[in-house]
């Protein structure tokens, strides 16, 4: 993508989540009137080629509801691999998934909840009976309300992907070398080719051709064009958690304040410009800079803290998927 559009992209996101707002709206109207077309019938068996990670969870990951490797026929749509170890439920001529063993869309406290989909951390730009998954694609659907978030483009809980596909470009902030070398290291141990590590820079940024990993402290980020438009738009884009009088604060889905990270702690997050962006950005930072190195450690040598969260907060030993619910 040219710099120059990149830089526009901030620009836009308030627009676009407004518009999409309207049509998903109006589209959940017109499923709402054929839902008696529901189709809850599975697909065919055929013999298994290869594998995929299926996960189904609610409330952002923090609720299991089913997780493992399956196996994919040629050609098979994601849809298709769901009914063969799921019961769904389908909609809009069988082709929106309206539930999942039984946890159907709706309304909770007068919030509407939905079922969302990423193939690995990328919001899916297509449904379910459209996308096609490849050998070792993770496909991560879950429940939850979407009032203040209308899509989450990116997430984390998928990790090593998507770098696993597209290579990564690690950009670190000056004092922050060694943690950049270990996080590559870190991503090769996982499979990962093609990772590059560069200093931080605005050029950097904007003329990535791949998922980037930004490492630094939250202020050296925000400094950035392309990034400080992003924070800005923390909640609509399911970054749940911002700078303010120093700290680094955890956010509820709503966007009010849950907690404040205590000095050394520190976030990843991961945010793109829509559903579909290949090259999304991962914030790797703290407050401070014992911060900075404590959420760069979770990628160096502790993914296993990440596995199925939208982000994730550390502070000491204790890693905090967000948002949070309380």
């Known amino acids: 993508m040219k710099p120059r559009l990149r830089l526009l992209i901030p620009l836009l996101l308030v627009f676009l989540a407004l518009l999409g707002a309207v049509i998903y709206a109006g589209w959940q109207g017109c499923q709402e009137e054929v839902a008696g077309t529901r189709d809850t019938t599975a697909g065919p068996a055929r013999a298994e ?4 990670h299926l996960w189904v969870t609610a409330d952002f990951g923090q609720r299991l509801i089913f997780a493992a490797e399956v196996g994919v026929n040629a050609g098979d749509s994601v849809l298709e691999v769901m009914k063969r170890h799921l019961e769904v439920e389908t909609a809009y001529g069988g082709g929106f998934v309206q539930g999942i063993n ?45 009032e203040h ?20 470009v690690i950009l670190y902030a000056p004092g922050f070398e060694e943690e950049a070398a270990a996080i590559k290291r870190g991503l090769t141990r996982l499979g990962v ?24 402290p939250w202020l050296r980020l925000e400094a950035d064009p392309l990034v400080g438009g992003l924070l800005k738009q923390e909640i609509r884009l399911g970054l749940y ?15 009010t304040v849950a907690r404040e990270l205590p000095s050394g702690g520190g976030v990843v997050l991961a945010v793109g410009s829509g559903a579909g962006d290949e090259e999304p ?17 979770l990628l160096g040598s502790e993914p296993e803290a990440l596995e199925r969260s939208i982000g994730v907060a550390v502070a000491g030993s204790e890693a905090i998927p967000l948002p949070l619910l309380r």
């Open 49 to 52: 080629a290869v594998g995929v």
């Open 102 to 146: 039984g946890l159907a869309s709706g309304y909770a406290a007068g919030r509407k909840q939905d079922w969302f989909y990423w193939v690995n951390g990328i919001m899916a730009p297509v449904g379910a009976a459209q996308y096609r998954p490849s050998e070792g694609d993770v496909i991560w659907w879950d429940y939850h309300e979407w």
């Open 149 to 168: 978030t209308l899509f989450i483009p990116a997430v984390v809980g998928a990790y090593p992907q998507p770098f696993k596909d597209a290579g990564a």
């Open 193 to 216: 080719e093609g990772v590059s590590v560069r200093p931080l820079s605005e050029e950097g940024v904007a003329g990535r051709n791949a998922p980037a990993i930004l490492l630094g």
């Open 241 to 255: 958690a911002k700078f303010a009088q120093g700290k680094i604060a955890l956010l509820r889905p709503d966007g």
């Open 281 to 297: 950005l991962w914030l790797v930072t703290g407050a401070d800079e014992a911060g900075v190195r404590r959420a760069a450690r």
